[in-house]
């Protein structure tokens, strides 16, 4: 990854600012670009590593900031002051992550394919993945990991354009087991082209190495590693031209 580059991108939304970074292979051609919603924690060093090891295979990422410039969270009680506005309005939520979506394809920094765009989240983030995508963002994929597939307006999933990709940990406590089949339901009646993959064995934060919550957040390489697979495959599929 040492052609990889990591820059920040400052933006107002209502006049508040927003730092995202951006992170790319400088002087590559026209990569497709993803749009990257990290977990509860916000933009952070392992957020941009993870970033940096999707974009080293050949994407330009934005790594979204949701919560604004000065909105760090250090610990569990901030990341959930930060985070429950959002989860309990979709309509600001989904503003930022268009707004995160409109700096990706409108900065002038790294070069995007801007007909080849998906969008990826890891728990909170996945949620927010999902929900770009039900605004009916030009996407062409959105992935979830170990995230809710809860929502407040199921029937906007008729807004989806791209493919749906939900990686799941089978024993994750903290996405109620009702979320599934309303999940499916609802991407169903809607005719969109899903795929839900349940890891047996499988907690939440499955895929962050410092997960160590015995019987809820774990980390499981394994399971990681077969979960990012799955995505690259997806977004290869996508992107194929």
Known sequence: MNDVT???????????????????????KALPGLVMAPNWMGVSEDAEEIAKQVASKGYVVLLAD?????????????????????KNDRGLLNK?????LDQLTTQSVAAVDTGRLATFGFCFGGCCALELARTGAPLKAAV???GTLDTTHPADAK????????????????????????FEAEMNA????WQLLSYGG????????HANNPGVQMYNPTVSKRAFTAMHNLLDEVFAH
Request: proline share 8%.
């Open 6 to 28: 990591v820059q920040s991108l400052v933006y107002a939304i209502d006049g508040q600012n927003y730092e995202s970074r951006l992170v790319f292979s400088p002087g590559a």
């Open 66 to 86: 949701l919560y604004g410039q000065n909105v760090r969270p250090t610990n569990a009680d901030q990341a959930m002051a930060a985070m429950l506005p959002l």
């Open 96 to 100: 930022r992550m268009r707004t995160a």
């Open 144 to 146: 979830s990991f170990h």
């Open 159 to 182: 807004n989806i354009q791209g493919k749906v990709l939900v990686l799941h940990g089978a024993s994750d406590p903290l996405v109620p087991k009702e979320q599934l089949p309303a």
């Open 190 to 193: 809607a005719k969109v082209d």
């Open 202 to 209: 499988a907690f939440h934060s499955f895929t962050d190495p």
